[in-house]
Nanobody
Framework: QVQLVESGGGLVQAGGSLRLSCAASGSIFRIYTMGWYRQAPGKQRELVAVITRGGNTNYADSVKGRFTISSAKNTVYLQMNSLKPEDTAVYYC?????????WGQGTQVTVSS
């Protein structure tokens, strides 16, 4: 089993910054991808950013140029700058470990206007 522990959510004013972290632990042989998804009230969960084992990254168009995903060892980070009210959502960490998907419990990000 793999456990994901997220941290870094909170309340911030528009234009501000937050940094999310997600640490994976447990029975891990190889991590293939680590990423972040978000779900706003009444909306479907959507991809925010993902980073592969080889360091390739992919971002949602809505966050390009504002968010940066990075990873070190078994931890993934999401640096979020120039936050907008529409970024308000529960952010979920996701990882593919040994070809199995795992999800964190989610961390709330609220951006006030």
């Amino acid at each position: 089993q793999v456990q994901l522990v997220e941290s870094g959510g909170g309340l911030v004013q528009a234009g501000g910054s937050l940094r999310l972290s997600c640490a994976a632990s447990g029975s891990i042989f190889r991590i293939y991808t680590m990423g972040w998804y978000r779900q706003a009230p009444g909306k479907q969960r959507e991809l925010v950013a993902v980073i592969t084992r080889g360091g390739n990254t992919n971002y949602a168009d809505s966050v390009k140029g504002r968010f940066t995903i990075s990873s070190a060892k078994n931890t993934v980070y999401l640096q979020m700058n120039s936050l907008k009210p529409e970024d308000t959502a529960v952010y979920y960490c996701n990882t593919n470990v040994d070809l199995h998907d795992y999800w964190g419990q989610g961390t709330q990000v609220t951006v006030s206007s």
